[in-house]
């Protein structure tokens, strides 16, 4: 970072944005620094696949280190971001001012709890590893209560399993939750009542997917009753407690509740000093940069921007990913003089998964569902997971899935905040007597 | 688990031991129910790997319910035993009192700091898939931070890594540590200065594997120090602070610790009533019961277990599953009237690994070392890994890492405290309720 004959380029953000960004900068004659919170890239679409127990950490996620390789002007550094001096051209973190000539800020977005944050710890939703982890830890383990109270009590609660959001993420998980419940957790569990089993969708709109046209809005709620998700529109919840989620005057009992209603863009948005949207997004001109500032782009789902007729680009990953590409060629362009052009959107269309065999997708001159639409989803979504060897894993897992109905990865791991409540022990205390004799323990 | 036609048969924990034993019974005439605090098996020769990043949770671990099967007469529950009632025959549990009419206790060991249970933070052992990860974490985390020191800086603190212990565990981290360092890492960090990295491994005896020939002992001395690893042996650590490891009056900067210096059988020897010996391990008669009790069974690391020459058993998994598989038989004789046979183990020779290419073997009638040794240690925990589909994947991503030096898993992953802090607000907690946190850490 310390060559001042090259353009300084800082990326906040290893998503699909940023990363793109990244990968199309890599052989420009730019020294290029990508900030992260976090060491690895996180295929979203697949989360729910952690999160029901399908597939493990390692085959959706890649370290940031190696998906850009070995270059010697880009850096990558874990560093938390916490503000911007927009004049000076400094990126601020908690242990230095990083200094730019072009700054991609694509850090973008959260859960919305609407301003319940209080809802968060009830109701996870699914954005991180992390919340995948929680997620399945919490599916697993009620399973595993259920099991043991009607083994050694015969008989056991409810399992109630309710889904806030009918977007693409709650469509998914909801689905797949059932089908665990059905099939791949079914001959697992003995004394588990398949008949006390539920999965609830709760949808605030009138339809689920209301971004696709109503047509597969219907086939998606269809498709979903089909697996056995009771599916509610027009709900809106209106409290969550630890084993409630209350829809007015309505209380539903609730096992595990997930959360998949709503976004909000990363806080960065509002240190850029510039006004943000409801969701807390920034809007962007037609270069994707903010006003005054054409050095500072904001992409993916952190920036509000609107085409030529006025319609916002949608948050998902196509979206992020060619704004990514957009930005390089543009910082490309300025470097060789040649006048930026402005972004466009190429919609290529959307999917929308649901479950074994089951999925909407839209594409611009045809549309499909069903079984073709899953199959179009799986083709997609593989051919877009980053690195080759994911790939194959991430292919084996499913085909065993597909085949025995087996979930791979369900393990229920206990966090270890203990461990990481590091007591700092002034001096710790004067070695006494062991208690305990050491035994040799050897590998098998 | 209320057919009264059959013994009842309850197995304690699901390591090698308990597994096996579990593995060996579930086709005999008996009513079997196994008790774990997790709901997988762990292949423990592997968390090493984990550890350093090179294979996946879900890779080395498996769920019991579906290692044992889909039958009938097997039951798994996930349960914490707090005790038992030797005299009715029961075992305790926090929400129920378990009839049995054979009892096998298999809950294994945990990290003995020889009293000094405040050190465990500071260098966490490596029994679970939660150590490993917290391990893993704490490794990549320090090389994150000296690259973004260095990069932001233009220095870095030494890496220190000190692992304490030179038993199979302590060797096995050191030189993978080492490797992960020099090779998979190196190309990684372009700031990290490799010179600025060493990894201690401090063994308070006088050779590091010391239940294996000196030669052999010598041997992985020497392999562990080709590798570029420190060994002080005959050093004996008095203190553990978050930077610094004390042996006396030298005192070692450490970036990371590693405990892998002793193990304490499961406090639940203790709860039998019999007297245990300095490491909680509870003696055995040569059938694995306790005196006075033909119907409790101690086997694994949780039992000591001397043979006809006064030769204590070691605590590795081909003793644990001998033991499984001679009390599944002895039950099976019982039921059959056949008279009890004494067990006998067979020490078919052990293996302990050192790193790429490095490893020490000892068979009955020859001795390995180096590339041969560590072959044979492949293929043996290849061929013994639990399940088929996991042995593919473990070999491709060895295979992978073999050839490219790369680990496939180095992820990051903040674990979720946040998220699992629920706030119980008083009027939404239903009487009978599944708390929302039932997964206690385990000690097998």
């Known amino acids: 970072m310390t060559d001042t004959n090259v353009a300084r380029v800082v990326i906040i953000g290893g998503g699909f944005g940023g990363l793109e960004a990244a990968t199309h900068l890599a052989k420009a004659p730019v020294s290029l620094l990508l900030l992260d919170r976090k060491n690895h890239h996180t295929f979203q679409p697949l989360l729910y696949q952690v999160a029901t127990a399908g597939l493990s950490p390692a085959e959706i996620a890649g370290p940031l280190r190696s998906i850009l390789g070995n270059r010697k002007n880009v850096e990558v550094l874990l560093s938390e971001v916490t503000g911007f001096d927009l004049a000076r051209k400094l990126v601020i973190t908690a242990d230095a001012e990083i200094p730019y000539d072009y700054l991609i800020v694509a850090a973008g977005a959260r859960h919305s709890y609407f301003g319940h944050d209080d809802w968060e710890p009830l109701a996870p939703g699914l954005k991180t590893i992390e919340d995948a982890l929680e997620i399945r830890r919490r599916i697993l383990t009620v399973f595993e209560d259920a099991e043991r109270h ?6 056991h609660e409810d399992l109630n399993f309710v889904v806030v959001g009918g977007g693409p993420t709650g469509v998914e998980l909801a689905g797949t939750i059932t089908e665990v419940a059905r099939q791949a957790l079914a001959s697992d569990f003995h004394n588990i009542d ?16 209301a971004a696709y046209p109503p047509d597969l809005s219907q086939s998606a709620e269809d498709q979903l009753k089909k697996l056995g998700v009771e599916v509610r529109t027009s709900t809106v919840v209106t409290n969550v407690t630890e084993h409630e989620v209350h829809m007015g005057n309505e209380i539903l009992p609730s096992s595990v509740t997930l959360w998949a209603a709503g976004v909000a863009a990363s806080p960065l948005g509002r240190a850029l000093g510039q006004p943000v949207d ?6 962007v001109l ?12 904001v992409i993916g789902d952190l920036a509000e921007f609107k085409d030529a007729t006025g319609k916002m680009l949608p948050g998902v990953a196509p979206a992020a990913m060619q704004m990514g590409r957009y930005v390089a060629k543009t910082i490309k362009d300025d470097l060789a003089h040649r006048p930026r052009q402005p972004f466009h959107y190429n919609d290529r269309g959307s999917l929308a998964t649901i479950g074994r065999a089951a999925a909407v997708a839209q594409f611009p001159k045809f549309k499909m569902t069903g079984y073709p639409a899953w199959l179009a989803w799986l083709f ?7 690195g080759f060897r994911n790939r194959i894993l991430v292919i084996i897992q499913w085909a065993w899935s597909y085949f025995t109905y087996e979930r791979g990865a369900r393990l229920i791991t206990d966090e270890v905040g203990r461990l990481r ?4 022990s002034p001096d710790s205390k004067p ?5 305990l004799e050491p035994v040799e323990r050897r590998s098998a």
């Open 286 to 297: 037609p270069d994707c940069t903010i006003p005054g500032h054409p050095e500072v782009f």
């Open 431 to 435: 070695p006494d007597a062991p208690e």
């Open 150 to 155: 009607a083994a050694l009590h015969g008989h």
């Open 194 to 209: 398949p008949k006390r089993t539920r999965v609830i969708l709760v949808e605030g709109g009138p339809r689920v997917l």
């Open 421 to 424: 409540e590091v007591r700092r």
């Open 380 to 386: 997609i979504h593989i051919m877009f997971l980053i």
């Open 278 to 283: 409801k969701a807390g997004r920034v809007p």
